[in-house]
């Protein structure tokens, strides 16, 4: 059975950026518009790997994070965050604040985000041959 992810993005162009990388990585994806939404979602089925945006509508990445990271059913969820360049909070402080595993500033490399995505969820694929 493949790794389950779940990417959350208010964005339409990088929620399809980021399921194709996954998916190319071997990961089932469901994609959220927003942190409410991605929430309700973990709470029934419980991800190998969340990718989320931190500026959203909403509830914010940061926000959701801190709510998995309170939920001891859900705290060891690994969590790469998605930020814009110009965000003023720097990796260490989302590290810290939002308990995040990983920090990607957009635009991101699908590739990094791929190895990244693999390296986090312990899964890797094995070749084909």
Known sequence: MPPFA??????PHI????RFA??????????YEDGDLALQAITHR??????????????????LTQRLRADASLSEIPIIMLTAKT????????????????VLSKPFSPRELKSLAQ?????????NV
């Open 6 to 11: 779940i990417v959350c993005d208010d964005e």
């Open 46 to 63: 419980k991800p190998d790997l969340l990718v989320t945006d931190n500026q959203m509508p909403q509830m914010s990445g940061t926000e």
């Open 22 to 31: 996954l998916q190319r990585a071997g990961f089932d994806v469901e994609v």
């Open 87 to 102: 965000f003023e909070v720097t990796e260490d402080e989302l590290r810290q604040v939002a308990g995040v595993d990983a």
């Open 15 to 18: 929620r399809s950026s980021v």
């Open 119 to 127: 390296f986090l969820s312990n899964y890797q694929p094995t070749p």
